[in-house]
């Protein structure tokens, strides 16, 4: 059974540009959640999908970001425009339930 | 807000030394907690998931233990290989929510 892909593992942008990050979560998962860890310090929780719903979004820090999930498959995190502290890795997990989250290999995103 | 706590923050020891790694969290009400292995550049791979029910999980070499009064987890790893050096992290899950609270993490180095 193929686990949660992200794409890209790593992308450098400009600041002011738009990037957008992409995760295939584990086949029949409802639950998708979106994570990020910037320099130096812990992975913080971002939002929280179930299906195509958003269940929580209480961790994203601005409007700058748009997370989308048309169709309850895969899940789309937009950055726009994007600021140097937008620099970190962003992670995905998805879960069957609400117990073991299982996480992608994450997304380094570079502003320069 | 749930604080999560790892301390030490590096670890280095030679091969066959039992390791162990500390978890501290400071609301009491959790769901479960997990610990993670991460490798550099890499995903986080779940590797032992207690729920709150319980005081332990094993899994071959590794032994994690919860203690909820005293808000502490542990994870054991004997007779640590070289394959071990990882960077090892636990999670808290909040007993009335599914966001994930992080440590920072410690990093282990297991010299042969």
């Known amino acids: 059974e193929a686990g949660v892909t992200q794409f890209p593992s790593h992308s450098v942008i400009e600041k002011g540009q738009t990037v957008t990050l992409r995760c295939d979560p584990i086949s029949g998962h409802d639950n998708l959640y979106w994570y990020r860890r910037v320099m130096g310090k812990e992975i913080k929780f971002l939002l929280h999908f179930v299906k195509e719903s958003k269940q929580d979004e209480s961790g994203m820090p601005n409007n700058r970001f748009l997370a989308e999930r048309t169709g309850g498959t895969y899940s789309t995190l937009k950055v726009q425009p994007a600021e140097l502290e937008d620099s970190g890795v962003y992670f995905c997990?998805?879960?069957?339930?609400?117990?073991?989250?299982?996480f992608g290999p994450g997304t380094r995103l570079t502003v320069l | 807000k749930q604080e999560v706590t790892q301390i030490p923050a590096a670890l280095s020891v030679p091969e066959g030394e039992n390791l162990v790694l500390n978890c501290s969290f400071t609301d009491s009400a959790i769901y479960n907690l997990q610990w993670f292995r991460q490798d550099p550049g890499k995903g986080l791979t779940s590797l032992l998931l207690?729920?709150?029910?319980?005081r332990e999980q094993t899994s071959g070499r590794l032994n994690a233990s919860l203690d909820k009064s005293s808000g502490r987890s542990t994870l054991y790893i004997a007779a640590s290989q070289p394959g071990d050096s990882a960077t090892y992290l636990c999670a808290a899950r909040p007993s009335n929510d599914y966001k994930l609270s992080f440590g920072a993490g410690t990093t282990v180095t297991v010299r042969a």
């Open positions: 207690i729920q709150s029910s319980q």
């Open positions: 997990a998805s879960s069957p339930y609400t117990d073991t989250q299982y």
